[in-house]
């Protein structure tokens, strides 16, 4: 756990007031509302089907505020503002749970200084690992006795691991899960965006440049054929500062992000600044937003989640059949 995070999670940073109360757990089964396809049993389905999507119903039903964080191209930095998103609304006294499913290339256990930890099997759940009393992360890299190992796995294995992730881990009650996705529009993706259909919406986060403009605008395309909310856009790596002159230069140019979002009627949450110390935090298993909060990165990030904490209460629409 991080230190002097885990006995008091909003030390450094006060709750938001005027948070609602968690409702009390509610099991699927009693739900009546008419979009809910948890309850009804599908024609098609068998006992081990019907037993598998009800006990992820049951499972997200304790979960207030579901996002998605993608991006259409690999390398801009989606992992590094899922895991920094977590934490920030951590620090504001949520409780977080995030979850990799990056099948092929999970970089959550490095970011949080997790590398070689083990989850662990209680009953029939698996635990999670305590980042703090109030973030919870897991990750397949957690499920592997060799790290380096690749992971060559089809479609159908890769759903099947996705939803064990979702119905299997002991979450407990959650104000916000986060599922950091791998690039694209493929597997990982659509299974769990299908599988958490009452989602709030996804985050989409770009770099600058065309090259990875174009990438997301297919992002946002996917989320409106699956109808999912596109929250908001972020321009990661959005100028770098010359922390000896100043000066600020436009590696991957400026304004992308923001101009590609209006044009696509979507909300645009912010630019973050290219900076050595959100490198180096990473690497080293340290919270940009914990250890470095009050650096231009660290105050571009907060200004970026921000508007993610007033999420709107959502009605619990179950998983699809």
Known sequence: ?????AANPTALAPPVKGLPKMADKKACASCTSSTCSSR??????????YQSRMRLAERMANVKHKILVLSGKGGVGKSTVAANLAMYLALNGRRVGLLDVDIHGPSLPRIFGLEGKATFMVGESMMPLEVSENLKVMSVAFCLSDTDAALIWRGPMKIGVIRQFLADVEWGELDYLIV???????????????MLNDADGAVVVTTPQ??????????????????????????????????????????????????????????????IPIDLAVRESCDQGKPHTF??????SGLAMASAFDPLLGLPERECAGPQE
Request: glycine content about 12%; charged content about 20%.
């Open 1 to 5: 756990m991080l230190p002097g995070f």
């Open 40 to 49: 009804p049993r599908g024609a098609q389905e068998n006992d081990e089907q």
């Open 180 to 194: 950091d996705c791998p690039p694209g529009t493929g597997d990982e993706p659509l299974s769990a965006a299908q």
């Open 210 to 271: 065309n090259v990875a403009v174009d990438d997301v605008r297919r992002s946002i395309s996917f989320c409106r054929k699956l109808e999912l909310p596109v929250l908001g856009v972020i321009e990661n790596m959005s100028g770098f500062a010359c922390p000896k002159c100043g000066e600020v230069t436009d590696i991957f140019g400026s304004g992308g992000g923001e101009a590609m979002a209006t044009s696509m009627n979507v909300p645009f949450l912010g630019r």
């Open 291 to 296: 250890y470095n909060s009050k650096t231009a």
